[in-house]
């Protein structure tokens, strides 16, 4: 296999972005609401993001830049992570633009408020899943903030959810969550109609892998 090699030292920053974004996919997305210390709803999707912990349950997105959502998450300690899906592309795409910061990404969209259970911040009730995060730490990483949030409530659509077997949560179904993710430049991620199954190795004695 011949390759190009790309030193980042001898490159712009965006340039290095640009690289980074087109092969690290698919990334999921943060579709993130927040909300002011002046009371203004914001919501925005970010799309480095992944989940940081199970015990204790920490989900963890990076803001590029400082932009609204940071300063709101600084300034209340909470947000919400939503799951953007291919029904809702045109308006997570539309959220993602540089609004004022009077103006809310809920009105501007057409999207619905609904409150939180565990916050005082909106939720988007078309959204599938809701993740409500209290602000657990910050990371300053060059020109971004990394921000773990601890997870204090899930909420998921009944109809995303399989039947549980006895003694077991109702598992989402991926094929019912439909969930959108970031490609490099303007491209995005659409789910795939089917799933592939493989079982998880195991070592004779051992635990089961995890990864």
């Known amino acids: 296999?011949?390759?190009?090699?790309?030193?980042?030292?001898?490159?712009?920053?965006?340039?290095?972005?640009?690289?980074?974004?087109?092969?690290?996919?698919?990334?999921?997305?943060?579709?993130?609401?927040?909300?002011?210390?002046?009371?203004?709803?914001?919501?925005?999707?970010?799309?480095?993001?992944?989940?940081?912990?199970?015990d204790p349950p920490i989900v963890q997105f990076t803001s590029v830049g400082v932009k609204d959502t940071l300063r709101n998450v600084r300034a209340t300690r909470e947000f919400i992570v939503h799951l953007a899906?291919?029904?809702?592309?045109?308006?997570?795409?539309?959220?993602?633009?540089?609004?004022?910061?009077?103006?809310?990404?809920?009105d501007v969209t057409g999207l619905t408020r609904e409150?939180?259970?565990?916050?005082?911040?909106?939720?988007v009730a078309e959204s599938p899943v809701a993740i409500e995060c209290r602000l657990h730490a910050t990371l300053e990483l060059g020109d971004s903030t990394l921000v773990l949030g601890r997870v204090v409530h899930l909420a998921v659509a009944r109809d995303a959810l399989e039947e549980p077997a006895p003694g077991r949560l109702p598992h989402p179904r991926f094929e019912q969550l439909r969930p959108l993710a970031r490609l490099g430049r303007d491209e995005w991620g659409l789910p795939s109609p089917t799933t592939v199954r493989v079982k998880r190795p195991r070592h004779p004695g051992g635990r089961e892998a995890t990864h």
């Open 1 to 54: 296999m011949e390759r190009q090699e790309f030193d980042p030292a001898d490159l712009r920053p965006a340039d290095v972005y640009r690289l980074l974004t087109a092969v690290v996919v698919p990334r999921p997305i943060a579709w993130v609401s927040s909300r002011s210390a002046d009371g203004v709803d914001n919501l925005a999707p970010h799309s480095f993001f992944t989940v940081a912990c199970a």
């Open 85 to 106: 899906t291919e029904p809702l592309l045109e308006q997570v795409n539309t959220s993602g633009a540089d609004q004022p910061a009077h103006l809310s990404e809920f």
């Open 115 to 123: 409150p939180a259970v565990a916050l005082d911040i909106a939720r």
